[in-house]
C-alpha cells in the first residue's frame, strides 16, 4: 500500500516538474544568448533543475577553483538509470578488466575549458533542458554527464571585463573595446595556464580534482567545447592528421559517424562547417587526445568566436554573429553527439571493452631509476592517472636505453621501479612513457615529443619483455637530527630539495651550500650539498625544532656532523662554502610578456617551490625602484622595442650593483646586440634551399611543409652539462631538454652550464634538417657576471606547462646557488 502511493506519488511528481521546469532563459531572468551568465547563475539553473526534477538530475560538486569557485558535476538520465547510478558505474568500470555487463552509453561534455570561450557554458544549460523535455527519449539508455565550466575562473573573469566594457546595446564593430580582451585574458585559469594542455600534466588543481571524477567514470565518448577565430566555420569530428598510432580503427571510424550526423543538422540549417583538418590527435594533454588515450572517443568541437565576439561582430564577409548562433551551433552537436551515443550504445560498450584487452604493445614493461624524490614525484602523478606500478629489486635489465636513444641494459640497486602497459591503463602508459612516439605527419599543432622519464630526469629502459615488481619496498629509514651537532648536511638534487631550502630561509634559517665536493664522517656531499651549522644560527632558540619540523615534511634525510673539519673538500668555515641568501624576487608581467610563460612563473613559485614574488606590470615597470629585489625574471615574450636607453641604463645598473637578471626566451632575444650583454643570436639561413643541389621552384602547396625544415616542434634534444656550475648544480653530465623552437645563442665567453654540442638529432619528437644544423654548438643555460651581479639566459623553458619536473632545479639553482 505504501509502496503504491509512493509510486503514484512519484509519477505524480515527475509528471508536474516535466511541465513546471524553467528554461535557462525564464529562469535567469534575460533571454538567453543576450549577455553572459555568471558562473554563479550558471550554478544556481543547475542546482535548481536537480531540486525541481530529482530524479533526473544530480549535481556533485567536485571541488573549487583557485578563486574559490565550485566545479560542478551534472548527470542526466531517465529515472530508472539515475536510480542506480552508482551500480551501472560499477558495472561500466569493470569493463576495463574485460567483465561486466554495462549496456548504457556514458557522454561526458565539457564545457569552457577555455574561459573566455564563452558560449559553451550558455549552451550547456540549453542543452540539458532540453535534454529533460523534448529529448528526453535519449536518456533511456544514455547517461550525460556535463561539466558546464571546466574553468569558472577564467570565464568570469572573461565575463566580468565584457559586462564593463560593453558598449548598450552591444556594438557589433569588430573595432569596439568589447572586441579586444587585453593582456590579461579569460582563455586561461587564475594561475594563466590553458587547462587544454595540463590534461596528462595535472599541474593545475581544476585538472587534479576533474581527473579524480574522470576516472571514476572513463565515458564511451567525451566532447570539449571551445571556440577559434571569429570568421571560422564550425569545427568538428573527425579529427585531422597526425592522429597517435595508439587510436583504434573503431575510434577513427566513429568519429565519422558523429561527424556525419552533426553535417545532417548543420546541412539543414545551411551552417558552414569544416572536419578533418587543422586539430589533430597526438599531443595527450588535451580534453580529446587524453580521453581517447583511456578508451573514449575524444573529440573537439568548435565554433568561431571566442573573447573576441562578445554579442555580436561583424565577420570579414559583412555578416553578423551572435551569441545565439554560437549557442545554436554547440546546442546542436552537443544534442547530436547523444543522439549518436544513444543509437550506438552496445557497440560502444563492446568497443570500450575491446580497447582495454589491447595487449600487442612494442614496449611491455619501462624500468625507471634515480633519486627517491625524482620517484616519488612520478609515482604521485601516476596515482593520480591511476596508472599501476611496482618497486624492483636489484637486477640488470635489456631494452631500449633512454639516455643512448639505442639498445642497451640499465642495472638497478634499489632505487628503481617498474611501469607495465599490461594493465588496463596500457594505452596511457605507452603514450606517456615510449621513447618517441610514431608521428604519421610532422605538420601538428602542439609539441611532439613529452616522455615522461626524460621529463622526470630518470635514467629508463623500455623492454619488450614483461617484468614484474619486487613488490613495495618499505621506506629505508631516515637518519634523525643530533641535536649538540656541529652542522647539518643534505644532498640538492630535486625539486623538493628546493622547497625544503625555501621553507627553511623563509623560517628565518641560514643555510649554505658547497661549492665542492666533500666527504666527513665516511659519506660523500656532491657540489651544491646544503650545509646548516649550530653556528650561523646560534641566535635562533628553536633552530633544531625548526629544521626538525622541515625536514620531517620533505622527508630529508639529513646528515649530523660533529664537526665542521672535513675528510676531503673544503672545511664549513671555508669562503667556498657559501652563506644562501635570502632572494627577493620580481617578475615583469604584461606588456611584452607572454600572459602564459608568465604564469608558469607566477604558478613555480606560488604553488611549486613556496616563495613569495612581486609581479610588477609592464604599465609601471619604469617607475619602480628595483634596488628592493635581488632577482628580476623577464618572462617569455616579445619584447621588441624593449630594453633601449633609460631603460636599459636602469637594468644594467641594477645588475652591477648586484641584481640578478633571469632572462626566458624571447628576452633573451632582447638582449641580444646590447651593449654589456653578451648574448648573441644565431641568424637562421634565410634560403632554405640554398645547399640544395637541384634548385626546382617550390610549389605553393608545399611551402608549408618546406618552411617546417627549418622547425623545432617541441622536441627532445641530449644537452651537456658542466655541473661545476652552480647553475647545474645536481645535475648529471647529461641533461634532457625540451626545445620549443629553432632559435638559438652562440657559446657565452664563459658560464655555459648546459649546452648543445653536435649530438642535435632529437632523442623523441620531431626537429626539422634545417633546424638541427642550426642549434649546433649552441647555448641552453648559461650565466654572464656583470660588476656585482649576473644575468641568467634561459633559452629553453624549464618550466614550460609546469611538466618538465628535471629543469625545476635549474630554476632553483639561479635563484639560491648562483652568486
Ligand atoms: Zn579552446
Not at 582495454?356 to 633519486?371: A, I, N, P, W
Amino acid at each position: 500500500m505504501t509502496r503504491i502511493l509512493l509510486l503514484s506519488a512519484l509519477i505524480l511528481g515527475i509528471f508536474t516538474q516535466a511541465q513546471e521546469l524553467k528554461s535557462p532563459s525564464e529562469f535567469l531572468g534575460f533571454e538567453l544568448g543576450t549577455a553572459f551568465s555568471r558562473h554563479y547563475e550558471v550554478v544556481d539553473y543547475f542546482e535548481y533543475l536537480a531540486q525541481a526534477a530529482p530524479d533526473r538530475v544530480k549535481i556533485k560538486v567536485y571541488g573549487q577553483t583557485n578563486e574559490r569557485r565550485p566545479l560542478i558535476l551534472v548527470y542526466v538520465s531517465s529515472p530508472g538509470n539515475m536510480a542506480q547510478l552508482e551500480t551501472l558505474r560499477q558495472e561500466h568500470l569493470k569493463a576495463t578488466t574485460g567483465e561486466g555487463a554495462g549496456e548504457k552509453a556514458i557522454v561526458w561534455l565539457s564545457y569552457n575549458v577555455h574561459g573566455n570561450e564563452s558560449v559553451s557554458t550558455e549552451a550547456s544549460m540549453k542543452t540539458i533542458y532540453e535534454l529533460l523535455t523534448s529529448r528526453s527519449s535519449l536518456l533511456e539508455n544514455t547517461l550525460v554527464i556535463m561539466d558546464p565550466c571546466v574553468n569558472p575562473d577564467g570565464r568570469d573573469r572573461y565575463s566580468n571585463w565584457y559586462n564593463q566594457y560593453q558598449n548598450r546595446p552591444h556594438q557589433v564593430d569588430p573595432n569596439s573595446k568589447e572586441h579586444h580582451e587585453g593582456w590579461w585574458n579569460g582563455r586561461s585559469n587564475h594561475y594563466m595556464f590553458d587547462l587544454n594542455r595540463d590534461w596528462a600534466w595535472l599541474t593545475q588543481v581544476e585538472s587534479q580534482q576533474r581527473i579524480e571524477e574522470y576516472n571514476n567514470w572513463l565515458p564511451h565518448v567525451h566532447v570539449d567545447f571551445h571556440e577559434q577565430g571569429v570568421d571560422n566555420p564550425y569545427y568538428f569530428a573527425p579529427g585531422a592528421e597526425p592522429y597517435h598510432e595508439v587510436i583504434t580503427d573503431f575510434q577513427r571510424e566513429f568519429q565519422s559517424t558523429l561527424g556525419r550526423n552533426h553535417a545532417k543538422y548543420f546541412d539543414a540549417q545551411g551552417w558552414l562547417y569544416f572536419t578533418k583538418e587543422v586539430f589533430d590527435l597526438f599531443y595527450p594533454s588535451y580534453g580529446d587526445t587524453y580521453p581517447m588515450y583511456n578508451g573514449a572517443i575524444g573529440m573537439t568541437y568548435e565554433q568561431g568566436g571566442s573573447g573576441r565576439a562578445g554579442l555580436g561582430i561583424v565577420t570579414r564577409i559583412g555578416d553578423t554573429l551572435t551569441l545565439k548562433d554560437r549557442i545554436d551551433h554547440h546546442f546542436t552537436t552537443g544534442i547530436s553527439t547523444v543522439e549518436v551515443s544513444s543509437q550506438n550504445a552496445g557497440r560502444l560498450n563492446r568497443e570500450f571493452r575491446k580497447f582495454h584487452q589491447k595487449k600487442d604493445f612494442r614496449y611491455k614493461s619501462y624500468v625507471l631509476k634515480g633519486d627517491r624524490d625524482k620517484l616519488d614525484g612520478i609515482k604521485s602523478l601516476l596515482d593520480k592517472h591511476r596508472i599501476l606500478y611496482g618497486d624492483l629489486g636489484k637486477g640488470n635489465y635489456k631494452g631500449h636505453d633512454f639516455k643512448t636513444g639505442a639498445q642497451g641494459s640499465l642495472s638497478v640497486e634499489d632505487n628503481a621501479m617498474v611501469v607495465s602497459t599490461d594493465q588496463p591503463k596500457g594505452t596511457l602508459v605507452q603514450v606517456l612513457f615510449e621513447p618517441n612516439a610514431k608521428l604519421s605527419d610532422s605538420l601538428t599543432y602542439d609539441i611532439t615529443a613529452w616522455s615522461l622519464p626524460y621529463a622526470h630526469g630518470l635514467d629508463a629502459l623500455a623492454s619488450a619483455s614483461l617484468i614484474a615488481p619486487e613488490g613495495d619496498r618499505p621506506p629505508s629509514p631516515r637518519s634523525v637530527i643530533e641535536r649538540g651537532s656541529y652542522g647539518f648536511i643534505t644532498d640538492w638534487n630535486s625539486l623538493r630539495d628546493a622547497r625544503f631550502l625555501a621553507e627553511l630561509i623563509q623560517n628565518g634559517i641560514r643555510a649554505r651550500t658547497a661549492d665542492h665536493p666533500f666527504s666527513i664522517g665516511g659519506r660523500s656531499f656532491a657540489r651544491g650539498s646544503l650545509i646548516i651549522t649550530k653556528g650561523d644560527n646560534a641566535r635562533k632558540p628553536d633552530f633544531i625544532q625548526i629544521l626538525q619540523r622541515i625536514s620531517d615534511r620533505y622527508e630529508k634525510d639529513i646528515f649530523s656532523a660533529g664537526t665542521g673539519f672535513v675528510d676531503t673538500g673544503k672545511d664549513f668555515g671555508s669562503s667556498s662554502v657559501r652563506m644562501i641568501e635570502v632572494p627577493k624576487i620580481a617578475v615583469l608581467s604584461g606588456g611584452p610578456t607572454s600572459s602564459l610563460r608568465f604564469g608558469e612563473v607566477w604558478h613555480f613559485f606560488e604553488q611549486q617551490l613556496h616563495y613569495p614574488l612581486t609581479v610588477i606590470d609592464d604599465d609601471y615597470a619604469g617607475r619602480v625602484d628595483l634596488d628592493p629585489y635581488t632577482v628580476l625574471i623577464l618572462p617569455d615574450g616579445r619584447y621588441g622595442e624593449h630594453f633601449k636607453g633609460k631603460e636599459l641604463s636602469k637594468l644594467k645598473d641594477w645588475v652591477a650593483k648586484g641584481g640578478k637578471l633571469i632572462a626566458m626566451g624571447g628576452a633573451i632575444k632582447a638582449l641580444d646586440g646590447k651593449d654589456g650583454f653578451g648574448i648573441e643570436a644565431r641568424e637562421m639561413e634565410e634560403d632554405l634551399d640554398q645547399e640544395e643541389e637541384t634548385v626546382v621552384p617550390q610549389s605553393y602547396e608545399d611551402l608549408e611543409r618546406e618552411q617546417i625544415r627549418g622547425a623545432i616542434t617541441g622536441a627532445i634534444f641530449k644537452t651537456r652539462v658542466d655541473n661545476t656550475h652552480p647553475l647545474a648544480y645536481g645535475y648529471g653530465p647529461e641533461y634532457f631538454s625540451l626545445k620549443l623552437g629553432s632559435d638559438s645563442y652562440e657559446y657565452l665567453d664563459s658560464g655555459n652550464a648546459v649546452y648543445l654540442v653536435d649530438d642535435t638529432i632529437p632523442y623523441s619528437g620531431f626537429a626539422g634538417s634545417e633546424a638541427q644544423k642550426e642549434i649546433g654548438k649552441s647555448l641552453i643555460y648559461g650565466v654572464e657576471s656583470h660588476g656585482r651581479g649576473q644575468v641568467i639566459y634561459m633559452v629553453d623553458n624549464p618550466l614550460f606547462r609546469g611538466f618538465w619536473e628535471n629543469g625545476k632545479l635549474l630554476f632553483a639553482n639561479a635563484l639560491f646557488m648562483v652568486d
